[in-house]
Structure formats: C-alpha cells, structure tokens
C-alpha cells in the first residue's frame, strides 16, 4: 500500500516524460501494478522499471560499485536504454546488464535468495547426517566444492540463516505461489530445516548436561552475520530463548549487536562488556555468530575463566584437533 501511494504521488507531480523504478524486494506483478495506478493518475508519458539489487548487509556499497550482474526488467527499448546508460559506468569490468521483463526482473530476486538459503539448509541437513555416520563435513563440503557445477559459496554449515532477506523472501516465495494454486514444497522444506537449525545448539547441550537448569551459558555473537548489528531472524533469537526456557543463564557479547539485544531479550539475559566477561564462570561457551575477533583468542585464558572447558561451535570456527590438544569438550556441526 505504501509503494502504491508513493506511485500516486510521483504520477501526480509528473511533468513529462518519467521512468519510476522499483529497487527493492516487491511481489511478482507490482510493476504492473505501479503502471495502472499510475496511469489513473496522469496523462503525462512514463515507464515503469524494475531493477532489483543484490546488496548484502555490511558490504552494499562494494556489491553495488562492483555488481556480479545488473537487472534490468523493462516494458519498453526507451527505459531500458536510459537504465543502461545509467548503470554503464558501474558495469566497465564486464558485469552483464541482463534486461527482462518487469515478472521476470521481480521474480528473480526472489529465485536467487531461495537458491542460496536452499544451499544452507541442505548442507545442514547433510552435516546432521555427517553426525550420524561420523563424516566430516569440511571434508565432504570441499569436495564439493571443487566441482565446478557447485562451487564453494553458501556451502558452510551452521546453526541457520537470518536476516531481513532470506527468511522473508523465501515466506513470500512460498505464500505468492500457494495463492496462485501451487505449494512449493522444497522451500516449505527449507524454511522447516532451518529452524530446527537455529536450535542445533541447545539440542546438544541438552545431550551434555541432561539439564540445563541453573547452568550459566556464555554467547558469543548476537547478529545474524558478522559486520552487522542486525538481529532480524537472528539464530541467536531462537538459540537464547530456548535456553531461557530451559532455566539457564545466558550471558552475551556481540561488538554491535547489544543494543538491538536489549530490545529484544531486555534484563532476562546478562550483557558483557567483552568476550571474555562473558565466560567468567559459565558451564560453557555457545559460539552463534562467527566475527573475526573470535576466531583467534587465547584458550588458556578461556579454560581459565570457563567453569569447564566445553564449546559448542555453531559456526564451526575452530579446528576439532587443535580444541582437543588445547583440552576442550568441543563440539561443532557436521564434525
């Protein structure tokens, strides 16, 4: 309704000739849309363009100056060639500006985030049956990754997807289609495996402590991805809920991410000032959001702080032989 409006007031203030173009995530059929509501509000000539972007949170300005590919959905060679003139000096390294129609350009965003948040819960899936069968699953995701058919982007396992875009788009994906009589059964599957995922991690620490009533867990990351203090869909949300539930104590550090913290969790978890604040005492350390700063810190200082030496991993960060030697109860996903 608010891109509706805003298309009234834009045909209401045309003084010519006028290309309205859509950027973000919008249903397959809005150009269309735009175009009747617009044409009932004006006589003056237009085009209605769909140029989807493919920005990812904490690096939009390098995704946008250096694009994989700019799409250009258009109704008319007028617009598609003022969008090309537009986009040529952000395309000079050889980036293809695809140009397609208007459902064609909005569904292919759509298509492109279900793909990806498809190949995280499908190597979640196989990381559990790594577990099952004592497999690693570093080793299987590299070999498959050197199969040029797949390649090695999204192929690392975890405790899930977040954010503002996966879990949306592939809920809108699936919505829009039932609507139209068809049920997208691989996405509901998807969406299905990635939050028994978000919860993997209180899964095993339940199978550790039996019960984890009174136990004090430290939390190292909050956001949904690292460079960000989002925490929308955040695995992080889930993970401390159920531990809360459980009757443990969570205690928490992100470098960004506490004051978006606050108004979700509020006082029922504790915040730490620094990463090792939040280890003093705990019965373990649940790793949910893999920042740098984590990847290399001082484990004896950790073994020190921890009232045991157990990490449950739910980014596999660190390597399983060297938790060992360094005397940690270490558990991971897929390892």
Not at 40 to 62: C, M, R, W, Y
Not at 90 to 99: N, S
Not at 279 to 308: Q, Y
Request: aromatic share 10%; charged share 25%.
């Amino acid at each position: 309704s608010y891109v509706l409006a805003v298309a009234r007031d834009l045909a209401r203030a045309m003084s010519g000739y006028t290309v309205v173009v859509t950027k973000s995530t919008v249903p397959v059929g809005t150009a269309a849309r735009l175009r009747a509501v617009i044409a009932d509000e004006t006589s003056q000539p237009f085009s209605v363009v769909s140029n989807p972007e493919f920005l990812k949170q904490g690096a939009a300005i390098d995704d946008f100056m250096r694009p994989d590919r700019v799409v250009i959905g258009a109704e008319d060679e007028r617009a598609a060639g003022l969008m090309q003139t537009l986009y040529a000096p952000f395309t000079r390294t050889g980036a293809p500006i695809q140009l397609m129609d208007c459902a064609s350009a909005e569904l292919c965003k759509y298509a492109s985030n279900a793909m990806l948040a498809t190949r995280v819960s499908f190597m979640n899936e196989i990381a559990t049956v790594c577990e099952l069968f004592g497999a690693d699953v570093d080793k299987v995701r590299r070999a498959m990754a050197a199969d040029r058919r797949f390649g090695p982007s999204f192929l690392f396992p975890g405790i899930g997807y977040g954010g503002s875009c996966f879990p949306k788009d592939i809920k809108a994906l699936v919505s829009s289609s039932r609507a139209e009589g068809y049920r997208c059964r691989i996405l509901e599957s998807v969406e299905a495996v990635n939050a028994a995922q978000k919860v993997r991690l209180v899964d095993k620490m339940r199978a550790h402590f039996d019960s984890l009533t009174g136990r004090t867990i430290a939390v190292w990351g909050l956001s949904f991805k690292p460079r960000t203090d989002d925490m929308r869909e955040a695995p992080s949300v889930p993970t401390i809920e159920a531990l809360l539930a459980a009757g443990a104590v969570v205690r928490a550090y992100d470098p960004q991410a506490e004051r978006a913290a606050r108004a979700i969790f509020g006082e029922r978890i504790t915040y730490a000032a620094r990463s090792y604040d939040a280890l003093e005492g705990a019965d373990a350390l649940a790793i949910v959001t893999e920042w740098n700063e984590f990847r290399e810190p001082d484990f004896a200082r950790m073994r020190s702080l921890l009232r045991a030496p157990v990490i449950f991993d739910g980014r596999n960060v660190f390597d399983v032989e060297q938790m060992r030697t360094e005397g940690f109860t270490y558990y991971s996903i897929g390892r």
